[in-house]
């Protein structure tokens, strides 16, 4: 009777261990899965904040035209004025351009993000899943050590 409670006992520790090495190995690829979605988190960040200082100098362009344009009232001004007035329209579809190229990048790192995520659903039910199976191995083994209890 000794001997076959000892058995159980090693197959329940036996099958703790690979449990744990499994979850272990789960748990290593999940850290390396959010590394990852760290690394594109702040990738977006770089990009957004760049696009908001893109921004903000659009806004300053847009004044110095403004500017400009209430200069062009004044006939003196005009050939400097229309030569500014250039620079700052270059300027601005540059700007326009690089604003443009920013959310293209942000609209192409989304798919992998939800990829990412898409990746981590199957480790955290494989985890779930080998938890139960565990559970349910231990309740038939408890059942089985307190027949001989009674």
């Known amino acids: 009777?000794?001997?076959?409670?000892?058995?159980?006992?090693l197959q329940q520790q036996f099958s703790?261990?690979?449990l744990l090495q499994k979850q272990q190995s789960f748990l290593q690829?999940?850290?390396?899965?959010q590394q990852f979605l760290l690394q594109q988190y702040q990738q977006q960040q770089s990009r957004i904040q760049q696009l908001l200082q893109q921004?903000?100098?659009?806004?300053?362009?847009?004044e110095q035209?403004?500017?400009?344009?209430?200069m062009l009232q004044q006939p003196q001004q005009i050939p400097n004025l229309l030569q500014q007035l250039q620079q700052?329209?270059?300027?601005?579809?540059?700007?326009v351009q690089q604003q443009q190229q920013l959310l293209q990048k942000l609209q192409q790192m989304q798919p992998s993000l939800q990829q990412f995520l898409q990746k981590q659903q199957p480790i955290f039910e494989e985890i779930l899943k080998a938890k139960q199976?565990?559970?349910k191995n231990l309740k038939q083994q408890l059942d089985y050590l307190l027949q001989f209890q009674k």
């Open 65 to 70: 035209q403004q500017q400009l344009l209430q």
């Open 133 to 135: 199976s565990l559970l």
């Open 16 to 18: 703790y261990h690979q």
């Open 29 to 33: 690829r999940l850290l390396e899965e």
């Open 55 to 62: 921004q903000q100098l659009l806004v300053k362009l847009m």
């Open 1 to 9: 009777m000794k001997l076959l409670q000892q058995l159980l006992l």
């Open 88 to 95: 700052s329209q270059a300027q601005f579809q540059q700007l």
